[in-house]
């Protein structure tokens, strides 16, 4: 009953999003890998659900451990130079060849309808066509790459009538040239070419691993594109082979900053992942964004019920002075809040004592869902700014449990003395608060 009503919950908390997507552009990028994986049939079937809830569908797809499979079985030596396959004229017709098989068989996927089965009613079509122009990358650094190529132009006028018309189109790592050539390319950045050449709402790149992870291996939720020029830029200094990792990001952050409104990178070994990522607030990989689309702001009497929700676990612990809703209510003005999708999961209040020039930072707390990152110093920062405006000098804070974060951020220990006198006379020596102070810049 539990997990029903669960599912029933989830079910109502995705029509936002279900909504939001209807209509919408999405270039999806599933690497060979992803298609020689057991849960391909399960990410058939979501692409499945998202066309039938209206939205246009690119799929770009990759073949490389079918061409590697092809090689190997035809005793053909297979060379890599940064990531991309040399590719000579007797192994091209090896690549045009597979590269077909894996067209139709995507194809049979998509026209299956059997009963009891998530494709059942589905009526897919599916187009492909000559959509990329491609070039040779040619001579680069003494590596003559020969039938390797680049993308030169993507036909987006094309693409998009075929999207208006209902179909789902199949793009593949094959490009095709003015003079009748074909090109083998690289799919993941075919897909982050058409992306843009769309302005697709989405770019959504599957690759082995559940999104990034940071030093201390904690998943990357959200990652700024000039964040991730420069994971690319300090993977190619150390000297390190061009992982996949590396081209899905450096594709992802590039596909971005050309318009793509969103990228995500997710695990195509991961059940729902696609679902997840797509119909719920948390997401089951890595963002991939220009601009934070988490808002910090001033609060106001609406963000009351979120603030309380935050704060509530915190106070119960001690770690937070408890707050009423009505003196939340009376107090709103001095709050600020992390907005993430319409939700506060972060909150921080200031408190001004302009005849000592001082302030005092109070009710900080972010959700523990969103820790690890830097939130917490991005709320800090929008305070300090706020206590600069007013003309105060100094910043304190009264903590139980947080000293060391506030250490790390430019706090020092102070005495109760160096507060205002109002202050001092509110002091609960109950909780025996550790006091620490900023000087302001």
């Known amino acids: 009953m539990e997990t029903n009503q669960q599912y029933v919950n989830w079910f109502r908390h995705s029509a ?29 079937h979501d692409i499945n659900l998202l066309n039938s809830l209206g939205v246009k569908l690119v799929l ?5 451990p079918q061409i590697e499979t092809a090689a190997t079985k035809a005793d053909l030596e297979t060379k890599f130079h940064n990531g991309l396959r040399i590719t000579d004229l007797e192994q091209l017709t090896l690549v045009q060849a597979t590269v077909g098989r894996q067209a139709m068989q995507l194809e049979a996927r998509f026209s299956m309808g059997l009963a009891n089965s ?7 079509r599916t187009s492909r066509g000559n959509f990329i122009t491609a070039r040779p990358i040619g001579i680069k650094n003494g590596v003559d790459f020969s039938y390797t190529g680049e993308v030169r132009r993507v036909d987006a006028e094309a693409i998009g ?30 897909a982050g070419r058409v992306a843009a050449s769309l302005q697709a709402d989405k770019l959504i790149v599957f690759g082995a691993d559940k999104g990034i992870t940071n030093s201390r291996g904690e998943q990357v939720i959200e990652l700024l594109t000039r964040a ?46 696609l679902l997840s990522e797509l119909f719920s607030r948390d997401g089951s990989g890595t963002m991939v964004i220009k601009e934070s689309y988490e808002q910090v702001r001033n609060a106001c009497i609406d963000d009351v019920g979120g603030i309380l929700q935050l704060i509530r676990p915190l106070e119960d612990d001690g770690i937070l ?28 209040a200031l408190y001004p004592f302009d005849d000592a020039r001082q302030g005092e930072l109070a009710c900080m707390a972010i959700d523990s869902s969103y820790r690890g990152g830097d939130r917490g110093q991005i709320l800090l920062k929008h305070i300090e700014k706020q206590s600069s405006h007013m003309g105060l000098q100094t910043l304190f804070v009264l903590t139980t449990a947080s000293s060391h974060w506030f250490i790390e951020n430019g706090f020092v220990s102070a005495v109760l ?25």
Not at 16 to 39: D, Q
Not at 167 to 178: A, E, K, R, T
Not at 244 to 258: E, F, P, T
């Open 16 to 44: 936002p999003y279900i909504n939001a997507h209807r209509g919408r552009t999405f270039v999806i990028y599933l690497p060979g890998e992803a298609l020689a994986n057991a849960n391909f049939a399960h990410t058939i």
């Open 60 to 64: 770009v797809h990759g073949s490389r």
């Open 118 to 124: 998530p494709m059942q009613g589905s009526r897919i």
């Open 161 to 190: 009538k075929q999207l208006n018309d209902g179909n789902l189109v199949l793009i593949s790592c094959l490009g095709y040239s003015p003079t009748g050539e074909t090109f083998n390319l690289a799919a993941a950045q075919v």
């Open 228 to 273: 991730g020029h420069r994971l690319v830029h300090q993977h190619q200094s150390s000297g390190d082979s061009w992982s996949d990792l590396s081209m899905h990001i450096d594709v992802l952050s590039k596909a971005c900053d050309a318009g793509v409104a969103r990228g995500h990178l997710l695990s195509y070994q991961e059940d729902g992942a």
């Open 321 to 348: 002075v408890r707050r009423s809703r009505e003196l939340l209510e009376s107090e709103i003005h001095y709050f600020s809040v992390i907005e993430r999708d319409g939700a506060i999961i972060g909150c921080a």
């Open 417 to 441: 003395e160096e507060l205002p006198t109002s202050r001092q006379s509110l002091y609960n020596f109950q909780r025996n608060s550790l006091v620490f102070s900023k000087q302001l810049l």
